[in-house]
Structures are given as C-alpha cells and as structure tokens.
C-alpha cells in the first residue's frame, strides 16, 4: 500500500525530527564526554603500574577517625553520587596503608549497591583512585575478591524438597541481582584498565575483555538445567555494556525504507549511543572480541529460545489434558492446577527474557508453535455455517436469529475480501506460491517484531526472580501488550503502518470503517502481524465494551483467511475466563463483562466453537452463586437468542435455561439478582405475543411532530412560528393535533419548554381562543397530577409546572394562576388547607416530597418575577407557609433539601428559615391573623418594563429564557419569506394583521400618517432649536403632565369632580372614543394637544382590558381575604366554645347585627350548666 502526506503532515514530520535531533545531540555529546573520560582513566590506570612514575602526595594524614569514617562511606555511601568528591578527596589526602584490606571489603561491599548508570561511574572513579595510589597493594585483592563473587554457582533449587525450594529460589534470586551490578562494573574496570587478562605463554599481554568474556560464559553455560535463571545477567550485559562490547547492529533492510534507521533514546539510551557513536569504542574493545561476546549471546538465545519453546508446548499439552479433564469430570485437582500455574509463571519469564535478549541483539524472536488449548481440540469444532444453521424465519419473528433486519444485517453480511485484496496476501495461492509466502512471513516477521518493546523494565526477570511469583497468575500476553507501543524511531514500514492500523482500530465505531481496517489489515498479511493483532484485540480496555461487537466483526471478516486469528483469540479469552473464576472473591464486574460479552459477540460471528461456549454454560450453572449470576446473565443477552434459535444448539441451549429456572427457584437470590435473571430469560426466549402494531398518523400529524419535536430549536422558533400559522386553522383535526402537542410538553426535550411558551404566546394574539384552551389543559393536568399521585406520572409533572412558569415569563397569564397553583400545591388535599405531620393525607403521605420539588420548579422558573410591590409581599406570604409545608414532611431527601435550599437562596438569600414546625405554625397564624386584621388590600397593577413594554419577557426572568429570546421575533428581527424575500418587521406585522383580522374602518388613511410625521419631525426639529437657545440656563426639574382646566359655567358638584378625575387619568373615554392627552413642546413652551383615539384600537382595547382585570383580581382578592376572615373567626369562637364546655360553661354567640344597624354588636351570652 502507499501512503501520501499533505503539507500538514511534513510539517509536522520535520517538527518530530527536529526535536528527536535535539535529543540525539545532547545523547552524543554525553556519551563523548564518558567515552573521553574512560580514555583518560585508562591512561592514569596504566601509568600507574609503572614502578617509576609513583606520584608524591606529600604529608598524608594517618587519623584513625578519618580513616574508619572514609571505610565507612566505602561500604554505605560508595552507591551515592553526592559522596563521590569527599570520597576522592579523602583517598588522596589519608595513608591508607594499614587499611588496604579492609578498604578491599567494603569497596566490594559498597558496589552491591550500585545499580544506575551514575552510581556505576562514580564507583569506577573512587576504584581507578585507589589503584592509582595502591596498584600492588589494592588492585590484586580487589580483583581477585570480584572475580570469586562472579563464580556461578549450580541451582539446587529443582532437586530441593518442595518446603526448601522456594527458599533456594530465592537465593538463587539475590544471586543472579547482585552479580548483575558486578558484572557491570566489571565491564566498566576492563576497560579502564584496571582488571586485564594475564599475559600468554608467548608473553603477549591479553586483549581488552577477554576476562569479562569468559565471566560471562561460564554465567551462562555452567547451570544447562537452568537456562533461563543466568538471562537477567545476559540482558543487563547487552543493555548497559552492549555499545562497548558488542559490534554495531546491522542497518536495517526494510524495502520501504530510504534512511538508515534513528536510534531509540527511550527504551535503551546505551544502545543509542552505539548508532550514534560507531567508532570511537573501537580502540577501547578490538572487533574480534566484540564479535566473540555477540556469538556468545546468540548462542544462549538459541538455547534459551529451543528450551522456551520446548516448555511452552509441554504446557500447551498440560492444559489440554486439564481442559479434558475438566470437560469429563467437572473438576482438576488442586496439586495439579498449583502445578501447572507454577510452570506457566516460570514459563512466562523465561519467554519475557527471550523476548527482551532478542531485541537487545536485533533478532527476531523465535516463533511458538500454533498449538493451542482450543486448537488441540479440533475435532470437537464443526466448520462455520453447518454447525449454526440459519432459520428460515421471518428477520423479528419468534423463531429468528436476529431482533431486526440491521441486526441481521451487521452479523451476516460480512466484507468479502476475495474481490479487493490480492489472493497471495489472503493465502488462498497456489502452492508454489506459497513457499514464497512463507518466506516472505519470516523475512517480515523481523520488522513488525521490532515495533514490539520489552514487555517489561530494566530488571523485571530479576525482580520477578528475586520477589517470587507475582500475585496475579495470568500476566498473560494481553496484559503485557496493553502497554506495547511502537517504537517512534522505526521507519515508515509494515510495522508503523500496522501501529497506525491499530490507532485508527480504537476509533472504529461503525460497519464501513471496520470493514476498511480489515482491507488494510489483510494487505499487511503475516503471522507476525496476525500474532500483534490478537493481542491487541485481547488487551480492550474493560471500559470500552461498545466496539466490541466491531472487533468481532472484524474477525469474522478476517477467519475465512486467517483462521488463526480467531482461534488464538478464543484461547485467549478462555484464559482470562479462567483466571476469573478463580478469583470469584475480587470485585471485577467489568472485566468479566468485558471477557464474556467479546466471546458471546464472536460465538454470534461463529468463531467462537459450540463446545466452549456450551462449557462455560456449564461452568457458570454449576457455580450459581456470587457474580456468576451476573456472568450467566451476560452469556444470555449476547448469545442466548441466537444459540437457542440455532439448530445445532437449540436443545442445549433449552436444557441450559430449564437448568437456570430449577436453580433460580431453589436458591434464595435477592431481589436484584431475581430481576437480571428474569430480564436475560425474557430476552433470550421473549414470551410468544402478537406485535405491537406501531400508530398511524396522517402526513399533516406527522409534519405537526417534526414541526416541535425536531425542526423546533432557539434559532428556529420565529420560523416555525409561521409555519404554525400557515397551518388550516378552520380544520378541527389540526386544532385538535396542536392543543395535544402544547398541552404535552413532557415529549420535548426539557431544554426547550420554554419555547413552546414562545409559540404560544405569540399565537394568542391570532388565536385567542386556542391559548386559553392550552391554559385550561395546563392547569388541569396540574390539578389531576395532585390527584392521582402515581410516581409514573413525576416526570410530566415536572414538565408540566415548569411549562406553566415559563407562561408567566411570556405573558401568557398573570400572577394570579401562578399563586394560586403554588397554594393549591401546598394545601390541597389536607384539612382545612392546613398541613400537620400528624394527620396523613391519602394522596399528599408525609414521605412524599414530590410536590416540594414541583414549588421549588415553579419558583425557579418564574419566582424572580416576583421581587417588587404587592407581588413581592404574595410570595413572602406564600414562602412562610412553604416553611410550614416543609417542615411537615419531617426529614427530606438529600436531593431535596438542597434543591429548597437552593431555592430559598437565590429568591430570599437574607431570609431567616424556621427550624420546627412549631415556630413555622406561630409564624402562619401571625401573618393570617395580619392578612384578616389589614383587611381587603388592593392589589397593584403589574409593572411593564419601560425596555420591554407589554412584549417578551418579564422582568427578572431566569436566564434560560434570556437565551430564548434570541429565538423571539425582537425589533431588529429580520425573517425571510417562503420566496426567500427579506421581510422587515413593519412589514412582517402588517402582513400578519392582513391575515388575522379585517382593516379597521376608523383606521387612519396613509395622508394622515404622513402629515402626522411631517408635524413630528418639525416639533422634534424646534425642540432641538429650543435646546441650543438655552443650553447655558440650569437645568430644570422634570415637570408632570400639565393639567388644563376649563372653564366652567353653573356645573354642579358632581360634574366638577367626574372632570377633574377625567384630568388626572389624563384621558376621557367618549361614546365614540378615548380621549387621550398628549403633552407636546415648542421651543421652551410646553403645550397639551387632545386626541381621540377609536375604542376598537389596540391601545384602547388593552387599556380598557387592563382596568377590568386589575379591578376583577381586587375584588377577587378582597373577597378571599373577607372569606378568610370570617373563617377565622368561626374557628376561634368554636375553640372558645369547646374550651368553657370542658369547663361546664356552655357559651352562645347572638347572631350579628344587619348592616344598618348603628347599635353595639353584644357580647357572649354565659349560661350555666
């Protein structure tokens, strides 16, 4: 395949190279600044063996405290790089004559603990020290004591008793950790010529690392038995000493590749250095000794490998006859599976090792064989589509395969790969052709397997050996590639294309583009790719079960071709299933959802084999306990419908739930378990019953449905509002369809409720009567939610009160129907509207707090409205009986009393709130008793904002419904016709005046509103004049409208006062008209002109409209309040009644005087008993 890059891409490109330059720049200069220093350390090293070039130190200090504080820092602090200079310092200026042995002992001491790079420098500095000062006297020992600490020794570990092997694995453990540090250090004094080979017979001084070759050897060859315990010092030598004592790697051969390969600085900065540096370690180690510590480590891959590889097939046969075992007897014996496990850990590192060796060496890692748990058990699997027969059933019907046609669909019609991949990369080719193929494998298998890193870190075989066996058994391959990345070094071969693969494989979330990864995939055909894709597949992440079902489709695209594919994953999956069963007591949900939802999407893809789903049926059924009812329940809802319509598997699968239903009834399951049980039966074999036949609607519902439901957003609001209007408003289906959408706002989203309050408000001006058919709706499936009470319903609800706020805010109906649904929803249903925490109520009980949550949403919505005048003393009022209301209800839920408290802080932030019920009651009878003793109490007219006039919002609206109003028609709205003809909103307006209502006969003609203009423009015009004339005189106080009084002949009383009311209303109301008075200015003189306006003008009709109902809700106030009173009243004479009965005093109030009478009302009558 060929790739292209854009512009972006190389620039990108050269940013990546740019910075990785920068990088290998301060590597290199590092790595010449230490080689520079080996040099000079090896010339004073050699110096200092010659007898005649002894240094004078002059006058040396001989203190025994500074000498056993020097010994000291040798054997606790040589590991410290802090320490290095004293260190120095004190070697050059103490005698140390007396202490060589001693200073011996804690020097070898001290580089055990020595491990990083600069722990080992600075231990070779303080050693060249000493041998310069004492290179007869310190040197021998020191080498002698190292050489005796390197000697291998021979594993007893395997022939130990099984109570001493552990003991003797781990010391074979610390072993091999600390003669790794040694061996490095060694490596490191070689070469700076500290530790040399002895001369040869013909007197020839030996050459630079033959010494540390033959340590190295006897390492790793002296133990055959135990191969894979002498790996960690092979790998550590390759990795720390690799750029000094091993030849370059060979370039790479990579046919898409035109540069040679850039170093990694990530994994292994030492071996960096060895590409950057090719030839200045040159004159250090000859290249025949380089060439001889290469074959040395070649050849124990070799070995190790064949030994790895040995092992694995001999566990692959020991789970087989497990597996077998299992299989027909329901259980593998305890000694056998700790046996077992122990062999697949010990295997586990030997391979890791294996692994890690043959990267160091840039070879390719020996392949496994094939041979599988799952494969072994070939003949148990029948092929493909006759083993899972498809029915001929209907796609949906009872006796289908799939719910629906998509499901069909996605399972069934896979990519068939034959007509767009060639058939040499699918393996279908002829034979001669497929002897090349296999050697193309090999030869590619080199490449992908680069991209691969180190499973694990610098000294995880050690530690693992050093540490025991890990807690978790299974650290199986898919746990060790969930971290696998490429290495960013590599070129832009099989391996990057396949990375790419991968990362483009985690954002497949659809059909085609899982088809288009398996094409791409299939093109990079090899076992090795094959091999990184399986486990890449095995590695999801537990949170990630949506692509799942992609993953599975995309190797049921792929087993036709590479059948492999499937089979190591299913083995793959079966382990980890395994693993999980045994750790039945750790909280693993997700994982084990994840393991068995990825094997029950590739059974319905058919890769999965009958027999091993069947098995873990049975494995589940046997243990029914704990999360296995969980596990159970997920095996059915991902397979079970397509097993049991299966013809191969239909009479397991009904054996499977008849065994899951006896065990269900015998058992005590909670109620959880009971539900998810019933829920995964229900899905797998749905009860047999005729299909829901879906709800014919005409075009024009359907267009009504996706007028509100869909096409209705904030932007959109003005044109769907014409739309609305263009409907046949004389057909009473249409009419019928809009009164159920507005009065059902709980089936829009609940983000945009307040736009159906724009809709309606908007058409109330075109249809009066349809809005106040939708307010009757609104209120009335408020008032039946109180009645019903059914937490079904709570949701609607909630959708309903909010709707009714957002009225308010758009002018739909005024203060009085929201107070009174407040009151309503905190009265209603209890005695004498009064809540007690002691009388229940049958449809308000004490544990419901719903109706709380549906005040705090009205008054959320709309209760910032209420922050002026007479409306403001209402919701103090309304807020001290809430209190009360809310204290009845005992202890509320968390969610609630923060959603009140929210409330009550953004409404009355400085309101002090009741903490009993009792003082909440004190406060209730104090504010009635006020309301009754204040009497009827006018109301104020609500105010109109001068900005908004009576149009849009309220003022103090919440600010959802300032984010609405850039959906409402505003004055610099500028909509567009159905032609695409920009309207103005003059012409907007009067084209819906023309549409609504007829041309009013008293309207003004065009001449008259013209010549009106010209009038205006002038007066504007002498006003400005005006100004200028007298801009230095000060500033006047505004003035009110100027009364003009006229004169009067012999009027009477009366007639002067109805004139002056006329004055200071300001305007007169006429048979024919109102009369308005308009105040003008000319020049400096004010002036008043008298208009008459028609009655049948909007302005009149609103005013008109306005008194009426400001006078109706003050007569319907005063009539609550005088009500409200009187009850009072009788209830506190009938408590003063029944208190004197109980006293013996039987008390009878005289009925009250009528109205015109002026006498004294008498007091109560006393009879005795």
């Known amino acids: 395949m060929s790739t292209s890059t854009g512009p972006g891409d190389s620039a990108t490109a050269s940013t990546a190279t740019g910075l990785n330059k920068d990088k290998d720049v301060t590597t290199t200069k590092e790595t010449t600044a230490r080689h520079k220093r080996r040099i000079e350390l090896r010339e004073l090293n050699l110096a200092a063996l010659d007898p005649s070039a002894s240094p004078s130190l002059g006058k040396l200090d001989s203190s025994l405290k500074r000498h056993q504080t020097l010994l000291t820092r040798l054997r606790s602090s040589l590991h410290t790089p802090a ?5 120095l310092s004190d070697i050059k200026t103490l005698a140390l004559e007396k202490y060589i042995e001693e200073a011996v002992g804690a020097t070898l001491e001290g580089l055990g603990r020595c491990k990083t790079g600069a722990e080992v420098q600075g231990a070779v500095e303080i050693i060249s020290a000493l041998h310069q000062r004492f290179p007869e006297l310190f040197t ?31 010391e074979d453990s610390a072993r091999v950790i600390k003669q790794r540090g040694l061996l490095r250090i060694l490596g490191e004094l070689e070469v700076v010529g500290i530790v040399s080979a002895p001369p040869t017979k013909g007197g020839q001084q030996g050459q630079t690392g033959e010494v540390c070759w033959g340590v190295l050897k006897e390492l790793l060859t002296a ?57 200045t370690d040159e004159e250090l180690v000859p290249r025949e000794v380089k060439d001889k510590f290469r074959k040395l480590l070649v050849a124990y891959l070799e070995a190790l490998g064949r030994r790895e590889t040995k092992r694995h097939v001999e566990l692959q046969k020991a789970d087989k006859r497990n597996h077998e075992a299992y299989i027909r007897s329901g259980e593998v014996f305890e000694d056998r599976e700790k046996m077992y496990e122990k062999s697949v850990k010990a295997w586990e590192r030997g391979w890791a090792s294996v692994t890690q060796l043959s990267e160091l060496l840039s070879l390719p890692v020996p392949a496994l064989p094939s041979l599988s748990s799952s494969t072994l058990t070939g003949s148990l699997i029948t092929s493909g589509t006759s083993a899972f027969a498809a029915s001929g059933e209907e796609v949906g019907g009872p006796g289908s395969l799939w719910i629906d046609e998509e499901d069909k669909r996605f399972y069934e019609d896979l990519k068939e790969l034959r007509g767009e991949v060639p058939a040499g990369f699918l393996g279908v080719a002829v034979s001669k052709e497929g002897e090349g193929k296999e050697e193309g494998e090999k030869k590619e298998e080199g490449d992908v397997e680069m991209a691969e890193p180190a499973v694990e870190g610098e000294s995880a075989p050690a530690e693992e050996s050093a540490d025991g066996p890990e807690e978790n058994p299974t650290t199986t391959a898919s746990t060790e590639l969930a971290s696998a990345e490429p290495d960013p070094s590599l070129p832009a071969g099989p391996a990057a294309q396949l990375t790419a693969l991968f990362a483009r494989l985690s954002e497949a979330s659809s059909r ?7 094409v791409d995939f299939a093109f990079l055909n090899s076992k090795a790719a094959r091999r990184r894709l399986v486990k890449f597949l095995g590695s999801v992440n537990r949170n990630r079960q949506d692509i799942l079902p992609y993953y599975a489709r995309l190797v049921g695209t792929l087993d036709p071709f590479m059948p492999d594919i499937g089979k190591e994953l299913v083995a793959l999956l079966e382990d980890e299933f395994r693993y999980l069963q045994r750790k039945k007591n750790t909280d693993m949900a997700e994982t084990r959802s994840k393991n068995l939802r990825f094997l029950s999407e590739l059974t319905k893809f058919r890769v999965t084999p009958i027999h091993s789903i069947l098995h873990i049926f049975k494995v589940l059924l046997d243990d029914f306990t704990g999360p296995n009812v969980d596990n159970l329940c997920t095996v059915l809802e991902g397979c079970g419908r397509f097993l049991l319509r299966s013809e191969a598997t239909s009479e397991k699968m009904r054996a499977v739930l008849e065994t899951m239903k006896r065990k269900k009834a015998a058992m005590h399951l909670d109620q959880r378990q009971i539900t998810i049980l019933e ?84 058409l109330g001006r075109y249809h009066p009567d349809f809005s106040v058919a939708v307010i009757d709706e609104v209120l009335e499936n408020i008032r039946v939610g109180m009645e019903v009470s059914s937490f079904k319903y709570n949701q609607q609800r909630v959708a309903t009160i909010k709707y009714l706020g957002e009225l308010y805010n758009y002018r739909v109906i005024d203060s009085r129907v929201v107070f009174d649904t407040l009151w309503s929803l905190v009265t209603f249903g209890h005695p004498e509207g009064r809540p007690y925490p002691d009388v229940p109520s049958p449809i308000d009980p004490v544990d419901d707090c719903f109706r709380v949550r549906l005040v705090c949403t009205l008054l959320d919505t709309c209760g910032s409205c209420f922050e002026r005048g007479a409306l403001k003393k209402k919701l103090d009022s309304f807020l001290t009986f809430f209190q009360m209301y809310t204290l009845s209800k005992g202890t509320l839920p968390m969610d609630v009393e923060f959603m009140l408290s929210d409330t009550f802080e953004s409404l009355r932030p400085k309101l002090v709130l009741f903490k009993t019920f009792g003082e909440a009651a004190v406060a209730v009878e104090e504010m009635m008793a006020a309301v009754a003793k204040a009497g009827p109490v006018e109301d104020e007219p609500e105010e109109i904002e001068a900005e908004g006039g009576a149009e849009g919002r309220r003022a103090g609206a919440g600010e959802e419904g300032d984010e609405a109003e850039d959906g409402e028609e505003s004055d610099d ?22 549409l609504s209502r007829p041309k009013d006969p008293n309207a003004i003609t065009q ?16 006003a400005g004049e005006g100004r200028k004339t007298s801009e230095r005189k000060p500033a006047l106080m505004d003035v009110g409208v100027p009364f003009v009084k006229k004169a009067r002949g012999g009027t009477g009383r009366l007639q002067q006062q109805e004139e002056e009311d006329e004055m200071v209303e300001g305007e007169e109301q006429t048979q024919k008209g109102m009369k308005f008075t308009l105040l003008t200015k000319k020049g400096s003189k004010q002036q008043t002109l008298s208009m008459e306006i028609p009655l049948e003008s909007s302005i009149a009709v609103h005013t008109l409209e306005k008194r009426a109902q400001d006078k109706a809700e003050q007569q319907q106030l005063k009539r609550l309040v005088l009500d409200y009173e009187q009850r009072e009243e009788a209830s506190e004479k009938q408590a003063l009644k029944d208190t004197l009965l109980r006293r013996g005093i039987n008390l009878k109030f005289q009925p009250p005087p009528s109205n015109h009478s002026s006498l004294p009302t008498p007091g109560p009558l006393r009879n005795a008993p």
């Open 679 to 762: 829920n995964a039966y229900y899905q797998c074999d749905p009860p047999d019953r005729p299909a829901i036949a879906p709800k014919e609607r005409t075009p024009m519902q359907l267009y009504i449905r996706h007028l509100f439901y869909n096409a209705l957003t904030r932007n959109s609001s003005d044109r769907v509002l014409k739309l609305v209007r263009k409907l046949h408003w004389e057909d009473p289906a249409i009419v019928r369809k809009l009164h159920s959408a507005f009065t059902k706002v709980w089936k829009i989203k609940y983000s945009n409720v307040h736009l159906f309050a724009v809709l309606l408000y908007d």
């Open 1007 to 1022: 001449e008259e509103e013209d010549e009106f203009n010209r009038e205006l423009a002038k007066m504007m015009a002498g």
């Open 973 to 994: 709205t500028i909509g567009e016709d159905d032609d695409g003809i920009a309207l103005t909103d003059s012409e907007s307006e009067s084209e819906d005046e023309a």
């Open 83 to 87: 320490n290095i200079p004293g260190i």
């Open 140 to 170: 021998p020992p020191f080498v002698a004591s190292l050489l005796a600490a390197l000697k291998p020794t021979i594993s007893t570990a395997n022939t130990a008793a099984p109570a001493e092997r552990e003991i003797k694995e781990k």
């Open 512 to 518: 085609a583009t899982i088809d288009a990864v398996a």
């Open 223 to 279: 133990d055959k038995e135990s191969l894979a315990l002498a790996a960690p010092l092979g790998i550590a030598f390759a990795k720390h000493l690799g750029h000094l004592y091993l030849p370059p790697a060979p370039p790479s051969t990579d046919g898409d590749s035109t540069t040679p390969a850039e170093p990694s600085t990530h994994d292994f900065p030492s071996l960096a250095s060895s590409t950057t540096e090719p030839s």
